[in-house]
């Protein structure tokens, strides 16, 4: 099955900094990659995905990059804001059904 | 985005018994997914759910322990069986974007807070 690694998994910047969060696969099939967003207390909600087709997908201050050789994908956000903070947590999926998730990186932004 | 809801929200339960979830939505969608989260942990998925045949389980997880239903497009039940305080975790509900939409994403309900002493 699919293995999904998730690095780092606790990450602190100064507000306006940018905050990257990498992640590797291990099944060459996944072919969707979606990036997951979760509060404390709250359910995860979907921040940004890329497909296989795609290299880089932007949207306003997030975005997310996907090398398929080396099969790893990358959260990258700028200008971060203390609203930002929470733990991030990226997946892979081959069929589109079954993801399977990374470890999460909790994400704290300092004012 | 689908209206995903969750009966009960939380819970506390006395080990050996057993507790069902309902997970239901406000539009159809294929594939319903009940996942696992244990505190401060990842998303654990237990099973995938079909309408009109048996879940799917992943590894480490037994139909004995978790029975699920799936008896309409809409909605989806998870049973903790025989429970124990390991048991103890968040338990959420997923769907796919909806039947012919051709959407991938997953979006969560809210999850159950399951504590057992």
């Known amino acids: 099955g699919e293995n999904v690694e998730q690095h780092p998994s606790t990450l602190s910047v100064q507000e306006g900094d940018s905050a990257v969060i990498k992640c590797t696969y291990s099944?060459?099939?996944?072919?969707?990659f979606p990036w997951y967003k979760q509060e404390l207390g709250k359910r995860p909600q979907l921040i940004i995905d890329?497909?296989?087709?795609?290299g880089e997908k932007k949207d306003q201050r997030i975005a997310v990059t996907l090398n398929k050789t080396a099969k790893h994908f990358s959260l990258h956000i700028t200008e971060t804001q203390p609203e930002d903070s929470a733990v991030y947590f990226c997946?892979?999926?081959?069929?589109?059904?079954?993801?399977?998730f990374g470890t999460g990186t909790s994400l704290t932004v300092i004012p | 985005s689908a209206v995903i809801s969750q009966k009960p929200s939380r819970d506390i339960c006395q080990r050996g018994t057993s507790l069902t979830i309902q997970c239901q939505v406000d539009?159809?969608?294929?594939?319903m997914f009940w996942y696992r989260q244990q505190p401060g942990q990842s998303l654990t998925l237990i099973a995938t759910?079909?309408?009109?045949?048996?879940?799917?389980?992943e590894s480490g997880f037994v139909i004995d322990k978790f029975p699920i239903s799936r008896p309409n497009l809409t909605f989806s039940t998870l049973t903790v069986s025989n429970m124990s305080p390991e048991d103890s975790s968040i338990y959420l509900c997923?769907?796919?974007?909806?039947?012919?939409?051709?959407?991938?994403?997953?979006?969560f309900g809210p999850g159950t807070r399951l504590t057992v002493l």
């Open positions: 997923s769907v796919d974007g909806g039947v012919g939409t051709g959407v991938r994403e997953q979006f």
């Open positions: 099944d060459s099939a996944s072919n969707y």
């Open positions: 890329i497909r296989s087709n795609v």
């Open positions: 997946a892979a999926s081959r069929t589109g059904n079954q993801f399977y």
């Open positions: 539009s159809q969608v294929t594939m």
């Open positions: 759910a079909n309408q009109g045949s048996e879940a799917t389980y």
